[in-house]
Nanobody, 120 residues
């Protein structure tokens, strides 16, 4: 019922910038958190940036200072502004929406992923 769609990926040069968007549609009771993950070939999926309903943020050490996560809660949308991109940022980026479905229950929705390729 809930659909999560990422957009904004592409091919950029090192030191360039991209802005990823993730929009959730459908019936969502309450969003607990939103986040961006990435997975490079041969590597585990890792957290890039996350933001809670209280606006607290968390960043991977490798992107802190270069990436910024933000939301438009009225649109159930989360953004990832990526600056000073490096070749090692190349990965498929996935959006995760964490819904609070009850007092002690959560459910995660994942997008299909968007490819980010940074050339050197």
């Amino acid at each position: 019922q809930v659909r999560v769609v990422e957009s904004g990926g592409g091919l950029v040069q090192a030191r360039g910038s991209l802005r990823l968007s993730c929009a959730a549609s459908g019936s969502i009771f309450s969003i607990n958190a939103m986040g961006w993950y990435r997975q490079a070939p041969g590597k585990q999926r890792e957290l890039v940036a996350g933001i809670t309903s209280g606006a607290g943020t968390d960043y991977a050490d490798s992107v802190r200072g270069r990436f910024t996560i933000s939301t438009d809660n009225t649109k159930n949308t989360v953004y990832l502004q990526m600056n000073s991109l490096k070749p090692e940022d190349t990965a498929v980026y996935y959006c995760r929406i964490r819904e609070r479905t009850g007092p002690v229950t959560l459910y995660d929705y994942w997008g299909q992923g968007t490819q980010v390729t940074v050339s050197s």
